[in-house]
Structures are given as C-alpha cells and as structure tokens.
C-alpha cells in the first residue's frame, strides 16, 4: 500500500506542468532553464523522499520511480503532454541518491547525444540516451529494479516521442554546432 501512496504522488507531480505554470511573458533561454529545472524537481521529490520510506530494492518501488513520467504521459485532468520528459526522468533517477550510476548515465548519455553525436529527428535523439543508459544501467547494477525502471522509462520516452514522428528521414551528425 505504501507504494502505491509514493506513486500516486509522483503521478500527480509528474501530472504538473511548468509550461503551463510559468508566465509567457518570460520567454527565452531563462524560461526554457526554469521549466527543466522544476521538471527536475518533480521527477526528484517523490522519488527521493519515497525513498526514505520504501525499499528500493522491492519491485514496488518501480511504481514510484516511474509515476512521474506515467503523470507526464498522461496528466491528471489535462489533455496537455509536454516534451521534457528528459529532465523529468534525470529528476527521477537523481531522486534514488546515493545510488549515483543511474542519473549519471542518463546525463552522459544526453550529452554525448545532444553535443557529440547527434541523431536527427529529436525523437531518435532521445530514444538513444534511454536505451544507452538503461543499458548501462544493466551492465552496471545487474537486473536490479532501478535498471528495469530505467528500461521502463525509456518505454515512457518511445511512446511519448514517437507521437510526434512524421516519417522524417535519420540522419547522424558528429560534433554538431
């Protein structure tokens, strides 16, 4: 029962949406950093403190690690999806500190996607920083429950993104400016 109370508050936490919360008025690079930072915050909050309360290790607590991005998905009350669920899972998986490997991974793979090898359209962009880091995830951590979380996320990343795709042509590009 205690998993599904850390679940329904990341789905609801997941379900809120900066874009929508934060004035327009306040366009650019500053806005667009404001609103991954709170993505951040609400995939790390019921993370870290279900944490406290939860075993990690128990399959239940992949519920709670996936709840934000399954509110993100599919919003509590709203039709409205938004696109950071990057930031929203790197909230999430630095929501299960001490154990580091996993936000970490996901961060190297993002960078090493976003400013070395860039994957075109965005969708496939991000499909690669999931698969890369859940992969390393299992290499590192074993068939643990974070690594299956990590697994599931990256299913939550494919659906939400390839919504999106229209039939664009890939293209791979290194070191893009």
């Known amino acids: 029962m205690k998993y599904l109370i850390f679940a329904v508050a990341g789905y609801l936490a997941g379900s809120l949406i900066p874009e929508r ?3 327009r008025e306040k366009e650019g690079r500053s806005r667009q950093l404001l609103v991954w930072a709170l993505d ?9 403190v279900g944490g ?3 075993d990690k290790a128990h399959p ?3 519920l709670t690690l996936l ?8 919003p509590f009350l709203q039709r409205w999806q938004s696109g950071h669920l990057l930031a929203l899972a790197l909230g999430s998986l630095a929501g299960l500190l001490p154990l580091w490997q996993p936000v970490v991974l996901l961060a ?5 996607f976003f400013r070395v090898i860039r994957i075109d359209p965005y969708v496939f962009r991000v499909l690669a920083v999931f698969l890369v880091a859940a992969g390393g995830s299992f290499l590192l951590l074993g ?3 974070v690594s299956w979380g990590c697994l599931f996320l990256t299913y939550y990343a494919a659906g939400q993104e390839l919504e999106g795709y229209q039939g664009e042509k890939i293209t791979v590009s290194f070191l893009p400016r």
């Open 143 to 145: 068939t643990e429950v």
């Open 40 to 48: 951040a915050v609400l995939g790390f909050l019921p993370v870290f």
């Open 108 to 112: 190297a793979a993002a960078a090493l």
């Open 21 to 23: 919360i934060i004035p």
């Open 67 to 74: 709840a934000p991005a399954f509110g993100r998905a599919h």
């Open 52 to 54: 406290f309360f939860l």
């Open 60 to 62: 239940g607590f992949i």
